[in-house]
């Protein structure tokens, strides 16, 4: 039982915004990719994608699952990869459509 506590703890995820200005956050265990304007985490809930001005990482723990940025924050949201897919489809399928009309 002890295991299990142990993945549910591992498990969590907190965001902590203060002023637009910085974010802590929690549960992080990968850095997808990051510059002035947006920076991508992989966390245990999905991908996260900080968007903004200015951002820069002024903490990285991963050991510890823990991040914090500053700059100015204008967004938060996690990423859904089956709307990503869906939309990638729907736009080969139009550029498809598109050069059998032209042939």
Known sequence: MENKK???????????LENR??????????VL??????VLLNTVLKKLEIC???????KLDLKNGEVNITGN?????YLDNTKKR???????KRI??????ND
């Not at 498809?96 to 009309?101: A, F, G, I, S, T």
Request: a positive charge; glycine letters at 6%.
């Open 73 to 77: 924050i204008n967004e938060c949201k």
């Open 33 to 38: 990719g990051f510059d002035e304007e947006k």
């Open 6 to 16: 142990v993945n549910n703890e591992s498990k969590k995820s907190n965001i902590f």
């Open 86 to 92: 869906k939309s990638r489809i729907r736009f080969l």
């Open 96 to 101: 498809l459509n598109r050069e059998k009309k």
């Open 21 to 30: 200005k910085s974010i802590e956050i929690t549960g992080v265990f990968e």
């Open 52 to 58: 903004g001005n200015n951002l820069k990482i002024c």
